[in-house]
C-alpha cells in the first residue's frame, strides 16, 4: 500500500471519527450515521490495498 493511500484512508476515518463525535454531541443522527459511513469506507479502502500488496508479491 502507497503512504499517499494510506494517509488518505487514516485521514476519512478521523473524519469519520469526528463526525460521529459531533452528531453525539448534538443529538444529530444523520450526522453520525454519516460518520460511520466514512470510518467503514476507509476501513474498506485499506483492504482493497492489503489485498493488492498481497498479490503483487
Known amino acids: 500500500m502507497g503512504?499517499?493511500?494510506k494517509v488518505s484512508n487514516k485521514a476519512?476515518?478521523?473524519k469519520g471519527k469526528g463526525?460521529?463525535?459531533g452528531g453525539r454531541a448534538t443529538d444529530?443522527?444523520?450526522l453520525e450515521a454519516e460518520g460511520r459511513a466514512d470510518q467503514k469506507k476507509a476501513g474498506l479502502?485499506?483492504?482493497g490495498?492489503?489485498?493488492k500488496?498481497?498479490?503483487k508479491k
Do not use: H, L, M, P
Open 3 to 5: 503512504f499517499k493511500d
Open 12 to 14: 476519512q476515518e478521523f
Open 19 to 21: 463526525k460521529v463525535a
Open 28 to 30: 444529530d443522527r444523520g
Open 45 to 47: 479502502k485499506d483492504v
Open 49 to 51: 490495498e492489503k489485498i
Open 53 to 55: 500488496d498481497v498479490f
